[in-house]
């Protein structure tokens, strides 16, 4: 049988940032790979359309089974395969092209909200056998997280690929940059996701 291919994406720093856990993630699998599984990487840029338009372009250029997109939640101490993504841009910060927006929609021809197809509560079984915290979370927010994956659930509404998204908390090494909030290693992260990778490709 033929390996399945799965789309793995992470983003870049993000507001003054120098590090991005969901980017480094990715790195590591990548260049170490998961037997048996077709592997594509990207790292995206954090800014509105640019990035939501890069996955598209990579969905279909690639045509995998499974996407699963990583990004960055600071305040979170698990790993949080998210189950709802909402047809909203509304953030306090601008990204990384300087665009803020506030109360937009993202696509006005799209539903309100799409639910992930990641078998997500699988995926949480999976990562918490291995002593590492996780949990299903509601929403991505309204940020560039949510907006990728409101497009990628949108695109892909008549397919049979299996799409969503997983928040990770912040790595050690951002500790001075946000003092006080919780962290995870980022050797825990990288089993979490290949956890949810190898429970996804066995859907």
Same mark, same amino acid.
């Given at each position: 049988m033929a390996s399945k291919k799965v789309l793995l994406t992470g983003f870049e720093p993000f507001a003054g940032a120098s590090f991005n856990p969901s980017g480094a993630v990715v790195q590591e699998i990548a260049e170490h790979g998961i037997d048996g599984i077709e592997i594509v990487t990207a790292i995206l840029p954090v800014e509105y359309k640019r990035s939501a338009e890069i996955l598209i372009n990579l969905i279909e250029t690639h045509q995998p089974s499974v996407v699963i997109s990583l990004g960055q939640a600071e305040g979170r101490d698990f790993i949080g395969p998210e189950q709802v993504a909402i047809n909203l841009a509304d953030a306090r910060i601008a990204d990384n092209a300087?665009?803020? &927006?506030? $109360?937009? @929609? =993202? $696509?006005? *021809? *799209?539903?309100? *909200?799409?639910?992930?197809? &990641? @078998? =997500?509560?699988? =995926?949480?079984d999976a990562i918490s056998a291995l002593g590492i915290s996780a949990k299903i979370s509601l929403s991505a927010g309204a940020f560039i997280c949510n907006e990728i994956f409101f497009t990628a659930q949108s695109f892909l509404q008549e397919s049979t690929v299996i799409s969503g998204f997983i928040h990770l908390p912040l790595a050690p090494n951002q500790s001075s940059e946000f003092p006080g909030v919780p962290t995870m290693p980022i050797e825990d992260q990288v089993k979490a996701i290949r956890a949810a990778i190898k429970v996804s490709t066995d859907v």
């Amino acid at each position: 049988m033929a390996s399945k291919k799965v789309l793995l994406t992470g983003f870049e720093p993000f507001a003054g940032a120098s590090f991005n856990p969901s980017g480094a993630v990715v790195q590591e699998i990548a260049e170490h790979g998961i037997d048996g599984i077709e592997i594509v990487t990207a790292i995206l840029p954090v800014e509105y359309k640019r990035s939501a338009e890069i996955l598209i372009n990579l969905i279909e250029t690639h045509q995998p089974s499974v996407v699963i997109s990583l990004g960055q939640a600071e305040g979170r101490d698990f790993i949080g395969p998210e189950q709802v993504a909402i047809n909203l841009a509304d953030a306090r910060i601008a990204d990384n092209a300087g665009v803020k &927006l506030e $109360n937009q @929609p =993202i $696509n006005t *021809a *799209a539903a309100d *909200a799409y639910f992930s197809s &990641l @078998p =997500i509560r699988a =995926i949480v079984d999976a990562i918490s056998a291995l002593g590492i915290s996780a949990k299903i979370s509601l929403s991505a927010g309204a940020f560039i997280c949510n907006e990728i994956f409101f497009t990628a659930q949108s695109f892909l509404q008549e397919s049979t690929v299996i799409s969503g998204f997983i928040h990770l908390p912040l790595a050690p090494n951002q500790s001075s940059e946000f003092p006080g909030v919780p962290t995870m290693p980022i050797e825990d992260q990288v089993k979490a996701i290949r956890a949810a990778i190898k429970v996804s490709t066995d859907v």
